[in-house]
């Protein structure tokens, strides 16, 4: 049952490191939030290539995560979702503040990501994040009847906007 936006969490949420063995359940909340979802075997990759892959947990639910590539500079954020119950409560802020920091304390100095014009919610978090767009893929997602763009964003690590004392 979803949440409204003023109802108290049903529990703590909690960031920790995802496992294999948390992939079937990251899988069904991917495939609940995307038209287009990865497929399982991808997050067993991104565990095996060694990526930051980090789980939001609330009770025995995992609700939310995040994914990261990290080297040469910069930190690509690959993959990032939180659980529509869970929606507008800042969480997805929380999850992606945390890998940016990761970011930052490996080294890395720059932080992209790619995300589709259509995506309003997800635009708005990056942006507010201090994101700019740098770029454009032509066609790079499928769509339904066709394809969209990538909007490509970019962010500098190391600077003090990121230094929220609540995270
Ligand atoms: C994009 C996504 C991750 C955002 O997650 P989220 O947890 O809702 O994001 P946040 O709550 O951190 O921020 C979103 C909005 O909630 C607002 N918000 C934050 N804390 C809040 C609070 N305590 N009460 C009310 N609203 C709050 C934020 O200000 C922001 O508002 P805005 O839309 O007016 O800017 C989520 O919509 C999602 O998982 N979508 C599906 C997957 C996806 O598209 N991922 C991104 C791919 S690029």
């Known amino acids: 049952m979803a949440l ?3 109802e108290v969490l049903p529990a703590p949420v ?6 294999a063995d948390d992939v079937a359940a990251v899988g069904i909340l991917e495939r609940a939030s995307y038209q287009f979802p990865w497929s399982e075997p991808i997050f067993h990759d ?4 060694g990526y930051v892959c980090r789980v939001l947990e609330a009770g025995d639910r ?6 990261a590539s990290m080297g040469a500079g910069e930190a690509h954020i690959l ?9 507008g409560r800042g969480v997805a802020r929380r999850l992606l503040l945390s890998l940016l920091k990761r970011a930052e304390r490996a080294g890395q100095h720059w932080a992209f990501l790619e995300v589709r014009p259509s995506n309003e919610p997800a635009l708005r978090l990056y942006r507010d994040l201090g994101f700019v767009e740098v770029g ?5 997602y499928q769509a ?9 964003c970019r962010l500098a690590l190391g600077g003090a906007e990121l230094l929220d004392p609540e995270n």
């Open 4 to 6: 409204a936006r003023d």
């Open 144 to 152: 339904v009847g066709g394809r969209e763009d990538a909007i490509v």
């Open 46 to 49: 991104c565990l095996r290539v």
């Open 79 to 87: 993959n990032l979702c939180v659980a529509e119950s869970l929606r």
């Open 14 to 19: 909690i960031e920790r490191p995802m496992h």
């Open 62 to 67: 995992i609700v939310g995560y995040g994914i």
């Open 136 to 140: 454009r893929r032509r066609d790079y």
